[in-house]
């Protein structure tokens, strides 16, 4: 399974960017797409997870309301529109596949993902 992340870059507080992540390669029968990030000097924090089969969606309560996740079947991509974007959010955003059926518990833990793709680095200015 091959990850290809991309769409980071600098924005400013306030502002908005969308995330992407191409799976390519060997697919499962059920599987779940999620985001983490990790910024300097910090350990990798959950952000959200998609599941492929059920649609069912999980968010960090830091970024509720303001990141959505979403997929493209055509294409397997799942996106991340990031919106109203703080200082806070700035990390290096990894995206993540985790085998089988995630629940609310498990899809936080970033352990049980089994493929990762390179990082997509996310600058906000205040």
């Known amino acids: 399974v091959q990850l290809q992340a991309s769409g980071g870059g600098l924005v400013q507080a306030g502002g908005s960017l969308r995330l992407s992540c191409a799976v390519s390669g060997r697919t499962f029968t059920s599987y779940a797409l999620g985001w983490f990030r990790q910024a300097p000097g910090k350990e990798r924090q959950f952000v959200a997870t998609f599941s492929w089969n059920g649609g069912s969606t999980y968010y960090a309560d830091s970024v509720k309301g303001r990141f959505t996740i979403s997929r493209d079947n055509a294409n397997s991509t799942v996106y991340l529109q990031m919106n109203s974007l703080k200082p806070e959010d700035t990390a290096v955003y990894y995206c993540?596949?985790?085998?089988?059926?995630?629940?609310?518990?498990?899809?936080?833990?970033?352990?049980?993902?089994?493929?990762w793709g390179q990082g997509t680095q996310v600058t906000v200015s205040s």
């Open positions: 993540a596949v985790k085998r089988g059926v995630v629940v609310s518990t498990t899809a936080p833990l970033g352990k049980l993902y089994d493929y």
